[in-house]
């Protein structure tokens, strides 16, 4: 069949030279194909991130549309938010102090750190209900501990506040 195509396609060459060539004719074709693909791919791929980008901007501008609309409204909501997920806003405020004094930074995983410690505070032992989570630096970022896993424990907001900072914990738990 591919040297009838090719006999008809270019009358005035010898098929021989396809069938001798077979292979490797196509192996160009399927480059030139994969080629191709390839190139779609990428201008698809361009598309997508561009949309991405519009969304991501137009939601940011629906945003402040809404908080200017009823800011009290999304204090509010933010607040609950937050409480409900408390590592997630303390894990980014703890990230930005870390980066601040130029600390090491580690990756973090918070919901091991709480396994770890079998949700009790590190400082005064009790269980700890997830809103008041915090995360303590036992080596503090201050004395040039880590912004690390292991350089962190559960405690308290209350305990952790209390402990002031450039003081060492009674003790240290790895
Ligand atoms: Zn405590």
């Known amino acids: 069949m591919a040297v009838e195509r090719y006999k008809a396609k270019h009358p005035d060459k010898d098929h021989l030279y396809y069938v001798a060539h077979r292979d490797e004719i196509r192996e160009r074709r399927r480059l030139k194909r994969l080629e ?3 190139e ?5 791929e361009q598309k997508h991130q561009a949309a991405l980008e519009r ?11 809404r908080y200017a609309s ?3 409204h999304i204090k509010e ?12 806003g303390l894990a980014c405020s ?13 990756v973090i995983d918070y919901k091991a750190i709480i396994e770890r410690d079998k949700k009790r505070c590190q400082i005064c032992g009790k269980q700890i209900r997830k809103v008041d989570y915090s ?5 503090p970022l201050s004395l040039g501990g880590a912004h690390s896993q292991e350089n962190l424990q559960l405690t308290h907001r209350s305990c952790n506040s209390s402990r002031g900072a450039g003081r060492l914990p009674a003790q240290i738990r790895f």
């Open 36 to 38: 191709g693909e390839a």
């Open 40 to 44: 779609r791919q990428k201008v698809r």
């Open 55 to 65: 969304r991501k901007i137009a939601q940011r501008e629906r945003g402040r549309a």
């Open 70 to 72: 009823n800011p009290n």
């Open 77 to 88: 909501i933010n607040r609950k938010s937050a409480n409900k997920h408390p590592e997630t």
């Open 94 to 106: 703890q990230r930005k102090r870390a980066r601040m004094r130029n600390a090491t930074i580690g």
């Open 135 to 139: 995360f303590d630096h036992i080596i």
